[in-house]
């Protein structure tokens, strides 16, 4: 692992422009791409150039969510001697510095007209997974991946794994950039991402189901019809005034969804691979906060309404591995690597990739796989970077694909027979807390959570962990009399509390930037749930108080409305999470399909 190699990618602003169209008065150039082999977990980097005159916008920072990375990749890139306020981060010019050797020797290529201003994206690859791919960077958020028109160069790419690592990669993209990846043996600088704010992500997801397809079949089906009729009707359905018990202000587009819900129902088939063996594979575990996962293999595996033993009549073809099993079977806490986790999934699509023709035709454009353990975004980001991956840690900075991937809600299920126990909280008049949160400290921003408001505010009932307590009464008690419940990042951006608020009827209050929240296909979450930026922690009361009782009694109307489509069912209930998430894997699929 002595070795990284580094992707840079530019776009000069001029050519940009010619493209796009758009403006960029400040900025020389950016560079956009994805790593669909990348088994690195490593956050966007950026290059200074060595020659910049000067950093005046430039501080240190320290890396963003450092510990997550340390704890996937054993790989010395960030070097966090200079750690400061987490806070910090949120200044969009800021790069983070770590050894500034990277020269334009190293890089290849004379990067004079860009030290100004420009982007340089670094990407560090094991020199193993040299080819990578560029899309230019959409205008609202350059560093957010979202899908484009280029995904064919992905697709032919990726077809040639394993290249030498001397074999450069050049792609003229566009017209208007190259991409190069020049060996690079040293660490180097981090950009520190941006913030995608939810609205943010709303554009971009409009954007991605408009432009990016995913890879053509290398044959035709009867069902690349049928979804590409699919998009049709949805996109144009009538407006749907009986939407039955769908709660409609909840919705982006509540006739769109129901469209795609019905047309899910009449057509959708998936076929379920028996290959794998258990634990890993086929091997359920519904309890915990990971069990997201288990229940809905559990359901998928025992489904008769969707599931087909006909592979030439599926429309997708779901992975059924567990996640939290993998880790329990193959990790190695000695090792701190889980290189052989990665390695197990790549020889299962290997497997499968062998037996039957169904992975080649779309290279896995139409597979799925639903995981809620922290680590699998990075342990499916190699062989499954195509599939549509639902993930719990849904982090739209680190690797998930707005209109691709889907996010998985983590549902903290406590009692496998009743996975709904509890349901159901105090009405408003009897909330009398303003916001509640216990938990560890895990992650940046809880130490600053508690650092502005433990035992600083009557209203604000925030805490460290809370004593222990029978089924954790304690806290499911806060959670049902609080009018606000606070959804802060752990280690990774998801929690299990943003459905405990919503079974509870507290007004989930989620600070985890980059976070894509559950169903968020479908979903207007702006509707029912509060979003405040990590930088905004010092203000939280201040937002909270803001907002008038009104808008509060309303959201808290919708969060009992929204319910419904959070619970697990021993045997699944229309419009029931199960369905949900069946039904966010089918809509990203319908919109990115495409013909031969
Ligand atoms: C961002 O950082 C630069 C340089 O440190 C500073 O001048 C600027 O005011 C910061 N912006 C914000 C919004 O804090
Ligand atoms: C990190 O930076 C410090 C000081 O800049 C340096 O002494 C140390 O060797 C660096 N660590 C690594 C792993 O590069
Ligand atoms: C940066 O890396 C180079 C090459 O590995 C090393 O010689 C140099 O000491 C490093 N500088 C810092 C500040 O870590
Ligand atoms: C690098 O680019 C600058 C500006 O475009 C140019 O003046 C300079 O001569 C170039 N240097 C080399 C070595 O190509
Ligand atoms: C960088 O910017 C400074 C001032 O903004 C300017 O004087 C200098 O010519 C620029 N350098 C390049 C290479 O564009
Ligand atoms: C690429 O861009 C150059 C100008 O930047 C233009 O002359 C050339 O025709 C373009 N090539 C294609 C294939 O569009
Ligand atoms: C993507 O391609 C489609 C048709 O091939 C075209 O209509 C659309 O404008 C393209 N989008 C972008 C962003 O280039
Ligand atoms: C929902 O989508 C349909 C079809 O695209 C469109 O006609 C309708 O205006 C949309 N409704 C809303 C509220 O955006
Ligand atoms: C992780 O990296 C450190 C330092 O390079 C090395 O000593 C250690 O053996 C590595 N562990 C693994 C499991 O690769
Ligand atoms: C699918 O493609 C891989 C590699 O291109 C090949 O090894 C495998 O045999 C193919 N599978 C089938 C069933 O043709």
Redesign the pocket.
């Known amino acids: 692992m002595g070795q990284q190699v580094f992707s840079l990618f530019h776009l000069e602003r001029n050519k940009l422009l010619s493209i796009i169209g758009i403006t960029f008065a400040l900025i020389l150039a950016f560079q956009y791409f994805e790593l669909p082999y990348g088994n690195i977990l490593v956050p966007t980097s950026n290059l200074r150039s060595s020659s910049s005159s000067s950093s005046s916008s430039s501080i240190l920072q320290p890396a963003y969510s450092p510990s997550a990375s340390e704890i996937y990749n054993n790989i010395t890139l960030l070097n966090q001697t200079n750690s400061e306020h987490p806070l910090d981060k949120v200044n969009e010019t800021r790069l983070y510095e770590e050894n500034d050797t990277i020269s334009r020797t190293v890089i290849g290529m004379n990067l004079s007209r860009e030290v100004n201003n420009s982007y340089h994206n670094l990407h560090p690859l094991s020199p193993a997974i040299a080819p990578t791919y560029l899309t230019p960077p959409p205008a609202a958020s350059p560093l957010t991946k979202v899908l484009s028109n280029d995904s064919e160069i992905t697709d032919s790419m990726n077809?040639e794994r394993f290249k030498p690592l001397k074999d450069d990669v050049n792609v003229m993209n566009h017209n208007s950039s190259i991409v190069t990846v020049p060996k690079v043996t040293t660490s180097s600088l981090i950009k520190v991402p941006e913030v995608t704010s939810i609205s943010d992500m709303d554009k971009l997801l409009l954007q991605s189901h408009a432009s990016y397809r995913s890879m053509r079949p290398r044959w035709s089906s009867a069902v690349d019809q049928e979804l590409l009729l699919a998009r049709s009707e949805i996109e144009n359905v009538p407006v749907v005034t009986d939407v039955g018990n769908l709660y409609a202000p909840l919705f982006h587009n509540v006739s769109m969804f129901k469209r795609s819900y019905e047309l899910m129902e009449k057509t959708l088939k998936v076929y379920v691979y028996r290959e794998g063996s258990k634990p890993i594979m086929h091997s359920p575990y519904l309890l915990g906060i990971y069990a997201s996962e288990g229940w809905f293999m559990r359901l998928m595996e025992a489904n008769k309404a969707f599931v087909t033993k006909d592979a030439k009549k599926a429309h997708l073809f779901y992975l059924p591995f567990s996640s939290r099993r993998l880790e329990e079977a193959l990790y190695d806490s000695n090792s701190h690597s889980h290189r052989n986790l990665m390695q197990y999934l790549n020889n299962y699509v290997?497997t499968i990739?062998?037996?039957?023709?169904f992975?080649?035709r779309t290279g896995g454009a139409d597979h799925f796989l639903v995981a809620c353990h922290d680590w699998a975004p990075s342990e499916t980001k190699q062989r499954m970077s195509k599939c549509i991956r639902s993930l719990c840690n849904a982090d739209a900075k680190e690797g998930f694909v707005l209109g691709k991937d889907v996010s998985l809600p983590e549902t903290y299920v406590r009692n496998a027979e009743n996975p709904t126990r509890d349901l159901g909280g105090r009405p408003v008049s009897k909330r009398k807390t303003l916001a509640f949160f216990a938990g560890g400290m895990h992650g940046y921003v809880r130490p600053i959570l508690l650092q502005h408001w433990e035992n600083k505010d009557p209203d604000m009932k925030i805490f460290g962990m809370l004593p222990k307590s029978k089924g954790n009464r304690n806290y499911i008690q806060y959670m049902k009399r609080s009018k606000y419940c606070i959804c802060p990042k752990g280690y990774e951006v998801n929690s299990p509390r943003v459905v405990e608020a919503i079974i509870y009827e507290c007004v989930p209050v989620i600070i985890s930037d980059n976070f894509v929240p559950p169903f968020f296909e479908v979903l207007n979450w702006e509707s029912f749930a509060v979003f405040v930026l990590e930088k905004d922690i010092p203000n939280l009361k201040s937002i909270l108080v803001s907002i008038p009782k009104k808008r509060y009694l309303q959201m808290q109307m919708r969060v009992k409305k929204v319910q419904q489509h959070f619970l697990w069912h021993k045997s699944p209930v229309k419009y029931d999470i199960f369905h949900m998430i069946l039904h966010s894997i089918w809509y990203n699929r319908v919109f990115t399909a495409r013909t031969r």
């Open positions: 077809d290997d990739a062998r037996k039957h023709s992975w080649n």
